[in-house]
């Protein structure tokens, strides 16, 4: 059916089922939202109770939803909570307007799209902002964004495109998964049942219209609408021709929150909980256990997010930055800076702000010098981890996919962030940062790159990203005929490799084991690791028949290996072992294959390796680190990528440097604008005072060897390589190391220096009292008289 | 800006004034009239006479003949050795802290504001030496003061070069105590933002105050020994006035 029949048949169906409800309910609880525009809503009355949301359930065809009845819709926010809430207004707040805004703001923390397999970490944002590349410039639609990005998105944006956004990309789903509207409960619902693991997967499984009902615990939500034909709608209903893979989605409320009238109780907040805003804006040190760590010191007070971080129905978020209110025009945001609330002064440090608001303590700053507060930001000395050598590697809920939860770990340690890196802001004040190095395979023209989307490197790499794929589907495949104490791993060096749940490979290494240990397949069996096939004689008459057998069942399981370049066959020592037709067959090795020996794919009349010789390279060096991808790789995948780009030169961009191919099939780095790391100012958690820069000391910063100063902060990126660039400190805060050493020095003799001081003033002073009291004495004659 | 203006005011006015001394001790012209507006264009026209001719005659070597003339090279060692300590911490002190003050807007940062440390410890040191050796010379003994009308008349005030000299040498011990003391306590863990505010307003006015008593005490200093070196209306040093 034609999408504008599907469209007649959905209005039609509508028109029949709100006669229908007219029919059957109250005029009262179905009236169409005639409120919908009221200023009256809009304005508070004074009162600073919440009000109870006792309130009819709408579908997004403004039908009210009866929980009872067969296949209901997911209830739209728009359409339940416009009538009192102008929808659009709100959908234009910070959270939801980035595509529209018409003020970036101070740069936030962009989405980076992480992908191991292509060693891609690209900053996105809608917003222009530094380092980040805008996603449609990249070639990314609306869905291909919500469905990287959606499991942490508040619904509304790019979620929620316009109609005319839909119909220029038919291949995208959203006729299928609908729309994901702002999702008010997402932040507002005081309910512990507001899940945003559950908003996660039913964004995953491209539920998107379904997402807030279920992630709300307003109803539960089954079937996946990413498995349903690219033709269904939800005024199809249910798939009746497949009630296993391809189910259609569904809800089923919670008939328990409804009264008699169909209205669904909402437990809501006027400000939302902190649980709420941290599900997606949580960071945390990389290591740290939970009971180690501390709140921000606001929240320690008692405070909430949303006490400072305050907005109006407009949802533009007081984000509580410096120059904001001279961006947005809204001058109450003045006092939700840390020298509003705690100084009363404004950006320009005039005192014209009413300090203190929920009981903020005005800080005594005793033996602070001047200069402090003109060139470093509150949050220099107060906020995020203490300074250290290396920095601080942290996790954010955006960027590591935190907070989310299930049979299955979301949560990563890629991309690296760090923070604090102190840098100057545009307005030349030192400010903490958190940072990332974007790492992606672009075309270079002139001195731009432009990013390639990891499905475009996958494409053209082919199987040169592949090893680790490799290799496990083949262990996967051993382990079918694997005891249950058995595991089968390829053995090389000091790694050994077994597959892991998720269909990739771990490594480990054997202690004691020689580096330079040839690859083998073997079965770890406890803390022994075992050829996969021994040394033994296969014309000996003694031998052991189990062997034979187990030889029997590899071959087989090598069989259901699905790309295979031959036929699996196990040589020893002159002996060549197959699975042919249904049974061993045990034949002299031919000639040709002399020297070789193991299990191997006899193809052409050769044994080659069960995996190429490139595969265990790559895998046995990338064992033990974070990197993904080896010089190799990077240089193979670049001569791939070059044969599709035309005259295009690629590059790869990692560990701030930019990669690319020589002559002579070498990799040249070199530095590039584009490698550059991305900052983004950081504000919290603030520390309590006692844990602030300077509380000890002078010395916190100025001392020889500070890491304020002089920690090293290494590159890092997808790329295994020594060509990384290194940066102290120092130079992210464009000062230069060399003054900062010799003045941090100077702090060694300071003491001395004071008492000095403090012995010169002293005698100065008597010397200049004597004198006074002599002239005085003498201009008024006392001692002339005398 | 309160600060460069009031700079460029004080010291300007102490250049003035200390010319027009000369002028008015030295000069026939000045009292051929007793009109105060023909003394005033007379003076303007020596002014920029002198202007012409000193920077006719002012040279790197005639500045180095002129600083090797300085009577402090035939002091004994140490005393040497403290007056070139003296001069020079106070010369690069005030240097940089009104160089930086006026022109740039950061204020004092970097490796000058490292030496201005280290130049201000050597120059409180220097200072309090020579107060405790010298300072006996600078105590004056005036006449007791009477109440009356003609107190009024700078003569019978007793105001005289060689006494503005000695206020001017405590005035710059006074500011050099007050200079020392508004540097060490935003050091110490005592002052509050408030504080260290103000006590870098009182270190800058110090300053001040302490270039203008150094320069009426050199201005006058140099003059006086001028005058025994060469005869009234005479040319004196490169850059003498």
């Known amino acids: ?786 | 800006m309160v600060f460069t203006i009031v700079t460029i005011l004080v010291l300007g006015g102490a250049f003035l004034g200390l010319a027009l001394h000369r002028f008015w001790t030295t000069r026939e012209e000045a009292k051929s009239t007793i009109l105060y507006a023909e003394i005033m264009k007379k003076y303007v026209a020596w002014l920029a006479l002198r202007t012409i001719q000193m920077s006719r005659k002012a040279s790197p070597p005639a500045w180095w003949e002129y600083v090797k003339a300085l009577p402090m090279w035939r002091a004994a060692l140490l005393e040497k050795w403290l007056y070139i300590c003296f001069y020079g911490s106070f010369l690069y002190l005030a240097a940089s802290g009104f160089f930086f003050a006026v022109f740039i807007p950061r204020g004092l940062f970097g490796y000058p504001l490292v030496g201005h440390v280290m130049a201000g410890g050597l120059f409180a040191v220097c200072l309090v030496i020579v107060v405790l050796f010298k300072g006996r010379d600078f105590i004056s003994v005036p006449k007791p003061a009477h109440l009356s009308l003609s107190l009024l008349d700078p003569r019978k005030m007793g105001i005289t070069p060689a006494r503005v000299k000695l206020w001017a040498f405590w005035l710059f011990v006074l500011a050099g105590f007050l200079l020392t003391l508004s540097a060490l306590l935003p050091m110490l863990p005592l002052l509050r933002t408030g504080g260290q505010r103000f006590m870098f307003e009182f270190h800058r006015y110090s300053a001040l105050s302490s270039a203008l008593a150094a320069m009426v005490f050199a201005g006058l200093e140099l003059f006086a020994s001028l005058r025994t070196a060469a005869p009234p209306g005479g040319e004196g040093s490169p850059g003498g006035i």
């Open chain 1, 1 to 786: 059916m034609s999408r504008a029949g599907r469209t007649s048949l959905r209005a039609l169906g509508g028109a029949l089922l709100a006669v229908l409800l007219f029919a059957a309910t109250a005029p009262g609880q179905t009236a169409a939202p005639v409120a919908a525009q009221s200023p009256k809503h809009l304005v508070w009355d004074g009162n600073r109770t919440i009000p109870v949301h006792l309130i009819p359930l709408r579908d997004e065809n403004d039908e009210l939803i009866v929980p009872t009845e067969t296949d209901p819709w997911p209830y739209s926010a728009r359409f339940t909570c416009g009538p009192c809430h102008d929808y659009a207004t709100i959908g234009s707040g910070w959270h939801f307007g980035a595509m529209t805004a018409a003020n970036n703001g101070r740069p936030g923390e962009p989405w980076i799209w992480s992908d191991t397999k292509t060693g891609t970490v690209l900053p996105l944002s809608y917003r222009a902002w530094p380092g980040s590349y805008a996603p449609e410039a990249l070639g990314l639609t609306t869905w291909d964004f919500t469905l990287l990005f959606g499991r942490h998105m508040p619904g509304g944006g790019p979620a929620e495109p316009s109609d005319e956004e839909v119909l220029a990309h038919p291949e995208a789903r959203w006729s299928v998964s609908g729309k994901a509207e702002v999702n008010c409960l997402a932040c507002h619902n005081r309910s512990a049942r507001q899940d945003p693991s559950e908003w996660a997967k039913q964004v995953l499984r491209e539920n998107l219209r379904w997402a807030a009902t279920a992630a709300g615990g307003v109803g539960e939500v089954g079937g996946m609408a990413s498995r349903l034909k690219e033709t269904w709608d939800i005024t199809d209903g249910p798939n009746i021709d497949d009630h296993l893979w391809a189910v259609a989605p569904s809800v089923k409320y919670r008939t328990v929150d409804f009264d008699s009238k169909h209205r669904y109780f909402f437990d809501l907040n006027y400000q939302p909980a902190d649980d709420r805003c941290l599900a997606c804006h949580s960071v945390s040190p990389k290591d740290e256990v939970q009971w180690n760590a501390d709140a921000d010191v606001h929240a320690a007070a008692g405070l909430k997010c949303a006490d400072c971080h305050r907005n109006d129905l407009g949802h533009a978020m007081v984000r509580g930055y410096e120059r904001e209110a001279a961006e947005t025009g809204n001058r109450s945001a003045e006092s939700f800076t840390c020298r509003g609330c705690h100084l009363g002064e404004n950006a320009a440090g005039e005192k014209t702000v009413v300090p203190g608001r929920l009981g903020a303590p005005y800080p005594k700053h005793t033996g602070i010098p001047l200069v402090h507060f003109k060139r470093l930001a509150c949050t220099v000395c107060h906020s995020g981890p203490k300074p250290k050598d290396g920095f601080t590697r942290v996790r954010t809920s955006r960027a590591n996919r935190l907070g989310i939860y299930g049979v299955a770990t979301w949560s990563t340690d890629l991309p690296a962030v760090f923070e604090p890196v102190y840098k100057k802001d545009d307005r030349h004040r030192i400010t903490p940062h958190r940072l990332v190095w974007p790492a992606f395979w672009a075309k270079r023209a002139g001195k731009t790159l432009t990013p390639l989307l990891p499905e475009v490197v996958e494409a053209a790499a082919g199987d040169i990203l592949e090893p680790e794929e490799r290799i496990s589907l083949t262990l996967v495949a051993l382990s079918q005929v694997m005891a249950e104490d058995e595991v089968p791993v390829l053995v090389s060096g000091k790694s050994v490799f077994a597959p892991n749940v998720d269909g990739g490979i771990d490594a480990t290494e054997e202690a004691g084991a020689a580096a330079d240990r040839p690859a083998f397949w073997g079965i770890r069996k406890g803390t022994d690791i075992l050829q996969l096939v021994g040394d033994f004689d296969p014309a000996a008459e003694d031998k052991d028949p189990a062997v034979e057998t187990r030889i029997q069942e590899f071959l087989q399981a090598l069989g259901t290996v699905a790309v295979r370049p031959g036929e699996p066959a196990i040589l020893v020592r002159k002996t060549l072992y197959r699975f042919v037709g249904g049974y061993l067959d045990i034949s002299e090795a031919p000639a040709e294959l002399a020297g070789a020996a193991g299990p191997g794919w006899l193809a052409d009349g050769k044994l080659l390796p069960l995996v190429p010789e490139f595969d265990v390279r790559t895998v046995a060096a990338k064992a033990g680190t974070e990197q993904t991808l080896t010089e190799e790789q990077v240089g193979l995948v670049l001569e791939a990528l070059a044969e599709t780009s035309g005259d295009a030169e690629v590059v790869y961009v990692s560990g701030g440097r930019m990669f690319r191919r020589a002559k002579d099939g070498s990799l040249i780095s070199d530095d590039h604008a584009a490698a550059a790391p991305v900052t983004w100012p950081l504000a919290h958690n603030v520390r309590p005072a006692q844990q602030s820069l300077g509380w000890k000391g002078c010395t916190d910063c100025h001392s020889g060897g500070s890491n304020f100063f002089f920690s090293q902060l290494k590159a890092t990126g997808p790329l295994l390589t020594k060509k990384v660039d290194k940066l102290s400190a120092a130079s992210f805060m464009g000062l230069g190391g060399l003054f900062q050493r010799a003045f941090g020095l100077s702090f060694i003799v300071r003491p001395v220096f004071k008492v000095v001081l403090a012995i010169c003033a002293l005698v100065a002073g008597a010397l200049v009292f004597l004198a006074g009291l002599v002239a005085l004495g003498r201009v008024a004659g006392f001692l002339d008289q005398r």
